[in-house]
């Protein structure tokens, strides 16, 4: 494919785009395929030769559309939300045309410091304290992680080294094995399964608290946990919060919880994928009232 035939053929898709999202509503949003239908209406092996655009498109409609979930439609209310809009598949677009990896400012200045100053956008927009901007003196700033559950991930095993660097500090001759086995981390019984799956990686106990009614786990459940652990002699490390958990949407206490992570030197990781963005809006910024 040359360029002339991209221009063609990029109008084509951008067309088909167009009338996809304009008509989701009207298709069934669970597809009506049975495990290992696809496997049939292709070839065993890759093709030798590359097949014309106007076959792609088919294989589009005859292959892929049957069993595809429909997240975008109005009628999917599994999950979570779908991120999605006609200005964010244009900017797929010209991000995917640059193909530059940001890994480091020299990859890419502009892909970095954009991230930055995003970063502190929606640092901003959420009302969050100045620590937490790149524009500030102090250890503010973020980067954008690729799913939520990465996000935790890199949350725990950050919270993990600076345990075991505090530990060490204060006891060189423990090694760093000894200090993982007594690790504990909290979350709520209703968080989401990333959570889990981040210590089994990190290699540390995770304790699940009760939640009240509400489904909010409170501080004085977490100080209870603290309290018992401390006396088996184990470390309590970190404190997964949620804000809107995918069960049902439920939050837990940050203004309880955030005063006893301190008192305990425990690091607070707030997991607001699914409502966190909410909180732009006024009405709904008390939900992460205690994240400082």
């Known amino acids: 494919m040359d360029a002339d035939e991209f221009r063609t053929r990029g109008r084509q898709m951008v067309d088909y785009v167009a009338d996809y999202l304009t008509t989701v509503s009207s298709r069934r949003p669970l597809p009506d395929v049975t495990p290992g239908y696809l496997r049939e209406l292709i070839p065993p092996a890759a093709p030798g030769t590359g097949e014309n655009f106007d076959q792609v498109m088919a294989d589009l409609d005859r292959v892929i559309m049957p069993g595809v979930t429909h997240w975008m439609s109005p009628h999917f ?22 193909g530059s990896i940001g890994f480091t400012w020299a990859s890419n200045p502009a892909c970095t410091e954009l991230e930055v100053v995003m970063m502190d956008w929606l640092a901003k927009m959420l009302q969050l304290p100045k620590e937490f901007l790149f524009s500030e003196d102090g250890p503010g700033g973020g980067v954008i992680q690729g799913s939520a559950s990465e996000a935790t991930l890199v949350a725990l095993l950050s919270a993990r080294t600076a345990a075991i660097n505090k530990v060490k500090g204060d006891e060189p001759e423990v090694t760093q094995g000894q200090v993982i086995d007594k690790l504990v981390a909290y979350t709520s019984s209703e968080a989401h399964s990333a959570c889990t799956r981040a210590a ?13 009614e509400g489904g909010a786990v409170r501080g004085a459940t977490l100080a209870a946990a603290i309290k018992e652990d401390k006396a088996k002699g184990l470390l309590p490390f970190f404190m997964n919060a949620t804000v809107g958990t995918t069960f049902r949407c439920t939050s837990d206490n940050l203004k309880e919880l955030g005063p006893v992570c301190n008192e305990h030197g425990l690091w607070m990781h707030v997991d607001a994928a699914y409502a966190g963005s909410a909180c732009i809006c006024p009405e709904y910024r008390h939900l992460i009232d205690g994240v400082e």
Do not use: E, K, W
Not at 200 to 212: K, N, S
């Open 77 to 98: 209310h599994a999950y979570y939300p779908c991120g999605n809009s006609f200005p964010s598949i244009l900017g797929d677009m010209v991000s995917h045309a640059i």
């Open 200 to 212: 089994m990686m990190g290699l540390v106990t995770l304790r699940q608290l009760h939640t009240d």
